[in-house]
């Protein structure tokens, strides 16, 4: 930050004191009894040394642009040598020949925003308005916890690459999440970039992690535990989203701020609006009877226009975390950890599974029992095509029935010739024959 000793008057006096600044003069210098008194360089014009009534040394430079004068404190001493700022007052002497301000210079730098206003714009203008709660959550998180700590003082315009770079680096352990992070600092200084903040982007040019991407579904027996755990969670309002989330696989923040007004139980019918939706369309998703089922129930017990009210009922849900992990743990699809706490062991219990998994267990399940792709996309809510082909090894089934086909050719042949006594399918049957038996000969020896 600029000194506070920063003036535009220089108020020098005609008593100036000279001296010849070294580490052994400024080393030797005594406090005044009050105020401050200043020693000037008798080489370098301007250049002082400046000593309070409380000890505090600083080297200075006095010098005047434009009609008026301007003290500048160079460094506090003995941060910085008398030989250094000896060299420092005359790299400043030379801006000040070339007409520049050093003084200007210094209070404009420190008038520019830091990384934590950045973070607040992003929150303000870009996050809050266009992005979904639970992702502006996710920012919200990665800024406080990694971010922030690590590059919140430091100004914009001085955040380089190698800044950027360290960071990400110090995240290897968890790639997927190390990437996620540049990919919010990539935004963030795009953005910046937009405001006229700086002229370039620091993340530019970062390699990413590789990433193995998580192609986690249940099982249809861990389905059941799942659902003889929702049955017994004392939350039923919890469970019946978690319920929801399974049948439907829609997202979790699409059943968490839902409305009763959305839906037509007697079509069967969930209308999403296009501000609930990651794609930011309208769409119109069939229910099945299962889920129907559900929704009549809740609707017995409804008490405002949310499925899923808040606690204090003017608002709705908006995480599933505490319940999810209750439900895990009883279905058997947590691990328990033991975390030493400052006066005993805690407990803990990790999530083998998130929830967004439900949502790749549902697809998951109907790509294999034959749907096609396109009508699991379009239950999904995918508007691009190779959004849903994450799931198309799934879909073998057309293949595994033409390979079957050529196979059956091929053994209907080989039979045929055995049949017919085709002598040189009885040779090579013979051969066959011979070589398993002298590999078992050989192997029992």
């Given at each position: 930050m600029p000194f506070a000793s920063d003036t535009g008057r220089t108020q020098e006096g005609t008593g100036k004191v000279k001296i010849n600044i070294t580490e052994k003069t400024v080393k030797a210098l005594k406090a005044p009894d009050s105020g401050n008194q200043i020693y000037y360089d008798r080489e370098v014009r301007g250049l002082g040394v400046r000593i309070t009534s409380n000890g505090a040394v600083s080297f200075i430079l006095n010098y005047s642009l434009g009609g008026r004068e301007r003290r500048y404190t160079i460094a506090r001493y003995p941060e910085k040598s008398a030989i250094w700022a000896r060299a420092e007052a005359l790299r400043l002497r030379s801006k000040v020949h070339d007409g520049i301000d050093p003084l200007e210079e210094r209070q404009k730098t420190y008038s520019e925003p830091t990384v934590h206003d950045l973070a607040h714009d992003y929150l303000e203008?870009?996050?809050?308005?266009?992005?979904?709660?639970?992702?502006?959550?996710?920012?919200?998180?990665?800024?406080?916890?990694?971010?922030?700590?690590?590059?919140?003082?430091?100004?914009?315009?001085?955040?380089?690459?190698?800044?950027?770079?360290?960071?990400?680096?110090?995240?290897?352990?968890?790639?997927?999440?190390?990437?996620?992070?540049?990919?919010?600092?990539?935004?963030?200084?795009?953005?910046?970039?937009?405001?006229?903040?700086?002229?370039?982007?620091?993340?530019?040019?970062?390699?990413?992690?590789?990433?193995?991407?998580?192609?986690?579904?249940?099982?249809?027996?861990?389905?059941?535990?799942?659902?003889?755990?929702?049955?017994?969670?004392?939350?039923?309002?919890?469970?019946?989203?978690?319920?929801?989330?399974?049948?439907?696989?829609?997202?979790?923040?699409?059943?968490?701020?839902?409305?009763?007004?959305?839906?037509?139980?007697?079509?069967?019918?969930?209308?999403?609006?296009?501000?609930?939706?990651?794609?930011?369309?309208?769409?119109?998703?069939?229910?099945?009877?299962?889920?129907?089922?559900?929704?009549?129930?809740?609707?017995?017990?409804?008490?405002?226009?949310?499925?899923?009210?808040?606690?204090?009922?003017?608002?709705?849900?908006?995480?599933?975390?505490?319940?999810?992990?209750?439900?895990?743990?009883?279905?058997?699809?947590?691990?328990?950890?033991?975390?030493?706490?400052?006066r005993r062991v805690l407990v803990r219990y990790r999530p083998r599974v998130r929830i967004h998994d439900l949502r790749h267990t549902y697809a998951s399940h109907l790509v294999s029992a034959g749907q096609s792709l396109h009508i699991v996309g379009k239950l999904l809510g995918h508007t691009q095509p190779q959004t849903t082909h994450r799931y198309a090894h799934l879909a073998d089934g057309a293949l595994r029935d033409a390979t079957n086909q050529f196979s059956g050719i091929f053994e209907s042949r080989e039979a045929e010739k055995l049949r017919n006594g085709d002598p040189e399918s009885v040779i090579e049957g013979n051969r066959h024959r011979i070589d398993l038996q002298q590999s078992s000969l050989m192997l029992s020896k």
């Open positions: 203008r870009h996050a809050r308005p266009h992005k979904r709660r639970g992702s502006v959550r996710n920012d919200e998180q990665m800024l406080n916890n990694i971010v922030l700590p690590k590059l919140g003082d430091l100004r914009v315009s001085r955040v380089g690459r190698r800044d950027v770079e360290k960071l990400h680096a110090s995240l290897k352990a968890t790639p997927y999440h190390a990437n996620r992070v540049l990919s919010l600092l990539s935004k963030m200084f795009s953005l910046c970039h937009e405001w006229g903040w700086r002229a370039d982007t620091p993340t530019k040019g970062i390699p990413r992690f590789h990433e193995d991407k998580r192609e986690l579904w249940l099982t249809t027996e861990q389905l059941e535990n799942l659902k003889r755990a929702l049955a017994e969670y004392p939350d039923q309002n919890a469970a019946d989203a978690l319920r929801l989330l399974i049948l439907t696989g829609a997202r979790e923040g699409e059943v968490l701020s839902a409305e009763w007004e959305q839906f037509d139980l007697k079509r069967g019918v969930w209308t999403k609006p296009s501000h609930h939706t990651k794609q930011k369309k309208i769409e119109h998703v069939p229910l099945s009877r299962v889920a129907l089922d559900v929704l009549t129930r809740m609707e017995k017990a409804k008490t405002g226009p949310y499925l899923f009210p808040g606690r204090l009922h003017n608002g709705h849900r908006v995480t599933l975390r505490r319940c999810w992990v209750q439900v895990l743990k009883a279905a058997g699809l947590a691990t328990e950890e033991r975390i030493q706490g400052k």
